[in-house]
T-cell receptor, first 113, second 111 residues
Framework: QKEVEQDPGPLSVPEGAIVSLNCTYS??????FMWYRQYSRKGPELLMY????GNKEDGRFTAQVDKSSKYISLFIRDSQPSDSATYLC?????????????FGRGTSLIVHP | NAGVTQTPKFQVLKTGQSMTLQCAQD?????MYWYRQDPGMGLRLIYY???????DKGEVPNGYNVSRLNKREFSLRLESAAPSQTSVYFC??????????FGSGTRLTVV
């Protein structure tokens, strides 16, 4: 079992929908949680970075962490075609206190007009 | 613009050839990383440098070498390229407590 599981999708939604992207993990030592967005043929870019359970909001994006369930989510409100990309979760602080992040494989999101 | 710059953007190599991928960051970050990204495999860490003067192996180091030339630059070398090294390579840098900043990638094809 991989340390971080993420459904590859693709997830296809109509414009304006609320999108939920998720990762599950097995190592309770993870303390820091990040979400990256990667457009086709581009490098990943950091969207959200949180280190605690609960919600963190930034515009249309909300990152949610549930450490008790080892489950993290990224919600996108009022989704736009420009949100079409691959979203990767990344977790830090795994076994041995490593600060090399473990990435999920990414979920492909398609927002159609 | 501040960020991570990778060169070249594209490269085609013949099996057995060597090449060096260059990476430079201007954000004064201590840590730098090289990843490869393959379909269905996600990002896999090749090598990293936690600080100037140090380098460590990541998940998939075989067939690669790295040099942390100074705080700004971190290069990745393929000594004898193989078709299995066909991939997209990303360099990234990070400051303590911060997220990664990635370069735009190098698309490498080995024929």
């Amino acid at each position: 079992q991989k340390e971080v599981e993420q459904d590859p999708g693709p997830l296809s939604v109509p414009e304006g929908a609320i999108v939920s992207l998720n990762c599950t993990y097995s190592n309770s030592a993870f303390q820091y949680f990040m979400w990256y967005r990667q457009y086709s043929r581009k490098g990943p870019e950091l969207l959200m970075y949180t280190y605690s359970s609960g919600n963190k909001e930034d515009g249309r994006f909300t990152a949610q962490v549930d450490k008790s369930s080892k489950y993290i989510s990224l919600f996108i409100r009022d989704s736009q075609p420009s949100d079409s990309a691959t979203y990767l979760c990344a977790l830090l602080g795994g076994s041995g206190g490593s600060y090399i992040p473990t990435f999920g494989r990414g979920t492909s999101l398609i927002v159609h007009p | 613009n501040a960020g991570v710059t990778q060169t070249p953007k594209f490269q085609v190599l013949k099996t057995g050839q060597s090449m060096t991928l260059q990476c430079a960051q201007d954000m004064n970050h201590n840590s730098m990383y090289w990843y490869r990204q393959d379909p269905g495999m996600g990002l896999r860490l090749i090598y990293y440098s936690a600080s100037e003067g140090t380098t460590d192996k990541g998940e998939v180091p075989n067939g690669y070498n790295v040099s942390r030339l100074n705080k700004r630059e971190f290069s990745l070398r393929l000594e004898s390229a193989a078709p299995s090294q066909t991939s997209v390579y990303f360099c990234a840098s990070r400051t303590a407590g911060g997220g990664y900043t990635f370069g735009s990638g190098t698309r490498l094809t080995v024929v």
